[in-house]
């Protein structure tokens, strides 16, 4: 690739008119592009404060790190917006062993929720492709063993959200499901779409009025190997050992800021991300990256001089991983002041090369968004679908309010997604400002004409 | 992100109809996407042949590693095209100190073409960021000096190609521009979006009649430090030795294989990326990325049955780097046996993430391509524009054959683009499948209807 600039370079960057939004527009990816901080404060997030799951110190430290970085923005209002969270804790390391000829360790750890093993459990393995299959197979195969869902991402999907999609409930509904039968753990194939000795976490949630049993998930690469050793041989024991606990809720807070409009201080376009994350890795694409392109999106609208019409609002809200409390919070709170939200923007699904966004709304919201594709198109931003927006927004749901996602390309995702992988050094700085500029004009467009 | 595919899940993945094309779409892409083989295809052909640079002997390897890889494929036709290709030797690593207090050693490398320093070459650096400084600064200023070209590529630009675009001449021209004022050699900030000590090289020509001075460039964070230091103090002195040198052409070959068509098998469309590299790297995404997307198209349509109407060809072309002789050969020979090219896709941008194709043609041709979005779209290729398709497909272009170029995300291109980066670690697996399967439609969708 050497001469590809020789016609590229003649064509010129907007087949649109020059007109005021383009040039704002423009405006806001200079921004970012050129002094845009969000890269640097993304580092900090991972490396000062690191991994933060709710109710932990490290998420207490996330709350203090978010407040004074809103702070030093300046915006016109800043408070932290208190609530319950759940606390759940990994303790020691687990250990999941394959015993044989010779013992083989897999990698493993909890899934987020899940009781210990009260020592260790040792049983028979039981592998299963589906619920249907752990239906046919019963009690008589299943009590008193460990399940394994072994179902792999299906990497036929074009977007890596329909395979995870797929497994998901492996991972949240499996363990309650295996338990009906009798089960005495189950260890899931990480949700993955990489082969690797990286576990993956997750929520997982017990149904009500059935014992509540320990819930595991190993590497891929190891779920083939236990997949191998059981093709070999029927007989296939695991050991397991896990020290996790739910503690009792504690106090924790969404972080907020705004910039106060000036035509209707009491109308609202929000945008935010989680600031919680799993205790691996460190939260780097999931969700540290929303984080820090909703901060760096208003921030940049202040930095080029931009009066807003309506209040532009950042929420860093606590708790998306295990319980959405803080969602719940900031929605009841808004509900009950009576506050009008124009339009919730959340970023949600990781840092990587935008896309586009989705949108959870009505259809003339929809046709709106699709209108300002002649000016996202320049930006590459061609994909605008009807969708789910975000777990975060999803409580302000009301027929009034535009929902929507932020959608950046979704290949390398699952790759590090809830494990010790998705760290700061997989966060690419441009494709990472490129988001949050996507976002900020975004927010302008929204501001300037509502939806 | 937990949630999102509550909603997802539930969306058929389809719009349209489930007609044969959607369907032919399809299977190409489960046939990649589950059965794949270009990524092995690429650690191949960077583990076990490297970098290639025209003439060498790794790229005479080159070339029985894909004629051999084309034959184990049994196409309907497989051959050598021989082409004359030049020969430039790096030689012995180079060195480019800066001279002061403490000599501090920067990353260099020669420019390909460039003439060595015949010894060490030791003067004053004259910083300029534009030809207009070099021509206002003239040969008072620059005669007996050495000239550091220190603009950095644009960040502003959204896709990459344009801010390298802006550079290019820099590296292309700048020696002959700098030896007209009698300047003894130049130093290019590397073309590159990262701030790194990585060199990255890339093709240089001379000026006829002009003196021919060494080129090379060096590292963007030791551009930072020459920069610096030239800010610190007027009279700064680099030393420089390169040892590289231009041998007689040398004979070498494009790769060719076809699957012969049913109805038409005298009409042709044909895909091809460069089959050679420069000699630092592996050219993982340049091109070796091209190179796999090719034949893993071809080898799909062949592995699912398809039987095609036109011959399809694949083409790996020879010395695309340093003198595209392989491009004007393959035209040459193409014209003079009266070959109906029907369309030429050319895969040299990388193997990122799909974004869509760029197409070089009649109107017609485009509108043509923008129909095919209703199915192109399902997978993401929502970018389609007209624009340059390719250096190796260029030679082509007679006003009816369409010349098409796969577009992949820009973002990390020009990140390790001719750097020691660019090696097969840095290609994504799913996202290497997902060009290819692009391609691959495409080529279906050509062959079926025309273009």
Known sequence: ?????????????????????????????????????????????????????????????????????????????????????????????????????????????ALGGSVNTNGTISAKVVMVNSFEELDSLGEA???????????????????????????????????SKAAKYGALATVLRSLSTLTDHSPHTGVMRYEAGIPQIPAAAIGTADADILENAML???????????????????????????????????????????????????????????????????????????????????????????GAKGAQKYAEEAKSKNEKHIAAIESDRGGFTPRGFSISGTEKQFKQLEEWENILMHYDLEYIVKGFAGVDIAPLKNGETALIGFAPDSQRYFDLHHSENDVFEMVHERELKLGAASIAALIYLIDKYGI
């Not at 990816?29 to 900090?44: A, P, Q």
């Not at 394994?148 to 990497?155: E, S």
């Not at 106090?251 to 035509?263: F, L, R």
């Not at 921030?299 to 998306?320: C, D, H, Q, S, W």
Request: proline residues 4%; charged residues 25%; aromatic residues 8%.
């Open 1 to 109: 690739m050497k001469k590809l600039f020789l016609i590229l370079v003649f064509i010129p960057i907007f087949g649109i008119s020059q007109d005021g939004d383009s040039l704002m527009v423009r405006k806001i990816y200079d921004e970012i592009l050129t002094k845009g901080e969000c890269y640097e404060n993304l580092r900090s997030l991972c490396k000062d404060v690191g991994a933060r799951l709710s109710g932990s110190p490290e998420a207490a430290k996330a709350v203090g790190w978010g407040e004074a970085l809103l702070n030093s923005y300046e915006f016109d209002k800043v408070w932290l917006q208190e609530v319950m969270v759940p606390q759940w804790k990994r303790g020691k390391k687990e250990s999941c062993i394959l015993i044989g000829q010779d013992d083989v360790p897999l990698n493993v750890c």
């Open 141 to 175: 195969a299943i009590n008193g063993n460990i399940v394994f869902f072994n179902t792999p991402m299906d990497q036929k999907q074009i977007r890596t959200f329909n395979a995870y999609g797929g497994c998901y409930p492996f991972r949240s509904k499996g363990p």
């Open 232 to 322: 070999d041989k029927l007989d296939i024991t695991l050991q397991l050992t896990m020290h996790c606990q739910t503690l009792p809720d504690v106090k924790s807070y969404n972080v907020i800021g705004e910039i106060t409009g000036n035509e209707h201080p009491d109308n609202y376009v929000i945008v935010g991300g989680h600031l919680d994350s799993w205790d691996i890795g460190e939260g780097a694409h999931d969700d540290g990256a929303g984080i820090v392109h909703s901060i760096e999106a208003l921030r940049t609208l202040k930095a080029i001089g931009y009066k807003p019409k309506n209040t532009l609002r950042v929420v860093l809200f606590m708790n998306e991983e295990n």
